[in-house]
């Protein structure tokens, strides 16, 4: 009976792991695709590795997550950003429950998710969901997360401002870009870049700018922690 109990077990075993097998063979097809530019291509396996991972795993599997936000991402390089949305909504309340704050995917997931705001231009949803996040941000320590807007975080000391970007004829150069900043525990800026893309012009006058920003420490549980997010510029014609 003990024997049979074994064997059952390693058959159960050997089912899972074929599924995940089969899941991480149709993510490695869609990875290869998009990497080639073929989303079109793409986008039917990335649907059915969503839906595989949901069946085989139930819907709040980490397979599912990451089905969920390579769709995601599908989406987002053909433009769709309205059913980009849901998908990496979803995707960061499975990684919440399963992952580690600080985990690359985490950070990267949520960025996405606010580029995506970003793009749509909806300020107040993305100022919602970052606020609403602050209360967990706030109960642990642990360094790297990802804060969302940073002055909704803490207070600016000082943020250089940009110097105005000129086009090639001289015409002023307009738009918006979000700048990713890591922010130590002095509240100085040590790394930034670019989270959502843009005007090469404006991207390097933002990042000259953010470089040299001082904000004040960010403080949890009783100490200062390093932290990333992002610092927004908009370039208007005055």
Request: glycine fraction near 6%.
């Given at each position: 009976m003990y024997l049979l109990g074994v064997l059952t077990a390693f058959s159960a075993q050997a089912q899972v792991s074929d599924k995940r097998a089969e899941s991480e063979q149709l993510r490695t097809q869609v990875l290869k695709l998009y990497g080639e530019g073929k989303y079109d291509e793409a986008l039917p396996l990335a649907n059915r590795a969503l839906e595989l991972s949901e069946s085989n795993f139930g819907p709040t599997d980490i397979a599912v997550a990451d089905a969920a936000t390579n769709l995601a991402v599908l989406y987002v390089a053909k433009g769709k950003l309205d059913k980009a949305e849901p998908l990496l909504l979803r995707a960061i309340e499975i990684n919440d429950k399963l992952r580690r704050p600080a985990d690359t995917v985490v950070v990267r997931t949520l960025e996405l998710y606010s580029c995506v705001l970003h793009r749509k231009g909806q300020d107040d949803k993305l100022k919602a969901f970052d606020k609403s996040r602050l209360p967990m941000l706030m109960a642990s320590s642990e360094p790297d997360r990802f804060?969302?807007?940073?002055?909704?975080?803490?207070?600016?000391?000082?943020?250089?401002?940009?110097?105005?970007?000129?086009?090639?004829?001289?015409?002023?150069?307009?738009?918006?870009?979000?700048?990713?900043?890591?922010?130590?525990?002095?509240?100085?800026?040590?790394?930034?870049?670019?989270?959502?893309?843009?005007?090469?012009?404006?991207?390097?006058?933002?990042e000259g700018s953010v470089i040299k920003a001082q904000y004040k420490p960010i403080i949890v549980a009783g100490k200062p922690v390093r932290v990333i997010g992002y610092q927004l510029y908009r370039f208007v014609v005055q």
């Amino acid at each position: 009976m003990y024997l049979l109990g074994v064997l059952t077990a390693f058959s159960a075993q050997a089912q899972v792991s074929d599924k995940r097998a089969e899941s991480e063979q149709l993510r490695t097809q869609v990875l290869k695709l998009y990497g080639e530019g073929k989303y079109d291509e793409a986008l039917p396996l990335a649907n059915r590795a969503l839906e595989l991972s949901e069946s085989n795993f139930g819907p709040t599997d980490i397979a599912v997550a990451d089905a969920a936000t390579n769709l995601a991402v599908l989406y987002v390089a053909k433009g769709k950003l309205d059913k980009a949305e849901p998908l990496l909504l979803r995707a960061i309340e499975i990684n919440d429950k399963l992952r580690r704050p600080a985990d690359t995917v985490v950070v990267r997931t949520l960025e996405l998710y606010s580029c995506v705001l970003h793009r749509k231009g909806q300020d107040d949803k993305l100022k919602a969901f970052d606020k609403s996040r602050l209360p967990m941000l706030m109960a642990s320590s642990e360094p790297d997360r990802f804060w969302g807007a940073i002055w909704h975080a803490t207070e600016v000391v000082s943020l250089p401002k940009p110097d105005y970007p000129r086009s090639n004829i001289g015409m002023a150069a307009q738009g918006r870009v979000l700048m990713e900043v890591v922010v130590n525990e002095e509240g100085k800026v040590i790394h930034a870049r670019s989270m959502c893309g843009g005007s090469a012009m404006l991207v390097r006058a933002a990042e000259g700018s953010v470089i040299k920003a001082q904000y004040k420490p960010i403080i949890v549980a009783g100490k200062p922690v390093r932290v990333i997010g992002y610092q927004l510029y908009r370039f208007v014609v005055q």
